[in-house]
């Protein structure tokens, strides 16, 4: 999943739990999901960032 593809899915998660269509299981549930992929993005940005750093050290 690219990164712009969990944005996605995370606004989604964002909109379906703001929604309160849901009931509290699956509001765990997304909410999960959605810190799991807010951790993978933090990983991809922070590794982006890295790699940048070292392009302006050369």
Sequence with gaps: MTI????KRLNEIVEEIESNSIDLDKSISLYQEGQ???QDIS??????ELKITKIEQK
């Design 4 to 7: 712009e593809e969990k944005f």
């Design 36 to 38: 799991a992929l807010i």
């Design 43 to 48: 990983k991809q940005l922070k590794e982006a």
